[in-house]
């Protein structure tokens, strides 16, 4: 994949937030969510960069 490809969204369709405003399904926030549309790729690596963090967190 080229830099200048987009960057993929990291839904799996199963779309719900929790009581912390985290989706159950990809571990985005609500605004992450919201916002995904309007990102630059840097902005949305450096969510998927969270989103690892937060499942490692899960996973534990």
Do not use: F
Request: glycine content about 4%; overall charge neutral.
């Amino acid at each position: 994949m080229s830099m200048n490809d987009k960057v993929r969204s990291p839904c799996v369709a199963v779309c719900a937030l929790d009581e912390n405003d985290m989706c159950i399904g990809c571990q985005r926030t609500g605004d992450e969510i919201l916002y995904w549309t309007r990102m630059t790729n840097e902005e949305r690596r450096e969510v998927l960069r969270k989103v690892a963090e937060r499942e490692k967190k899960v996973a534990l």
